[in-house]
């Protein structure tokens, strides 16, 4: 069974600034894909970010990026210059390459202040 | 180009009755998927179903839920006699391909479940 852990369950930061969500998940697989969702207070699921355990240079999209770190099994993400709109839950999210389903952590709360 | 649509957005009933949500995938996608979000948590798989199959419903409690795919028409998720634990935002993804594939999930924007 995977599990994964969203240590952190509320966040705060200023507009403009970068913040850092981290991630940590347990697996005996070796092929994964790590997701990131984004759950604003209208309750969509949008994927924000998606990484595949085989591919070593960390995934970029825009203001978003992860670190990946496969050994230490944590998947951080980092949020580039903070805007109102960012203010939502954070999902971590784990798919197995042999299964479908997604594991899901507990979620941070962002909140971006002016 | 329609996303994942779910409906109803909120769906209000007593305890004993029954609770229908539906879900009709992304244009092209075959693949649905089910996950139950409780309050203050993060989802949990339910059931994964393609064109009128069951594929795994092992997150899927054994009694009073049932999910169906027909051929033609939206996804079911199905709650029969309601209880107040029952409450929670439901949410239907749906994908183009099979396993091991690294095409995303596409999530619809849930069914928020109510229970009186």
């Known amino acids: 069974a995977q599990t994964v852990t969203q240590s952190q369950p509320e966040m705060s930061v200023q507009e403009a600034e970068t913040v850092t969500l981290s991630c940590t998940y347990d697996t005996s697989e070796n092929n994964y894909y790590l997701f990131w969702y984004k759950q604003p207070p209208s309750r969509q699921m949008i994927l924000v970010i998606r990484q595949e355990a085989y591919k070593q240079q960390n995934a970029t999209e825009n203001r978003f990026s992860v670190n990946f770190q496969k050994a230490a099994k944590s998947f951080s993400l980092k949020i580039s210059d903070s805007q109102l709109g960012d203010t939502a839950m954070y999902f971590c999210a784990f798919r197995a390459n042999s299964g479908y389903a997604l594991n899901f952590g507990k979620g941070t709360s962002l909140l971006v202040t002016p | 180009n329609a996303g994942v649509m779910q409906n109803p957005r909120h769906l209000v009933r007593r305890r004993g009755q029954e609770a229908r949500l539906r879900c009709s995938p992304m244009?092209?996608?075959?693949?649905v998927y089910w996950y139950r979000q409780l309050p203050e948590e993060g989802l949990k798989f339910m059931v994964y179903l393609q064109k009128e199959n069951i594929i795994d419903e092992s997150g899927m409690p054994k009694e009073r839920f049932s999910a169906e795919f027909p051929k033609e028409g939206p996804s079911i998720l199905r709650i029969q006699q309601v209880v107040r634990g029952d409450s929670a935002a439901y949410f239907c993804a749906s994908s183009p391909g099979a396993i091991a594939t690294s095409q995303p999930q596409h999530f619809g924007d849930g069914t928020r479940l109510s229970i009186l």
């Open positions: 244009k092209g996608h075959s693949h």
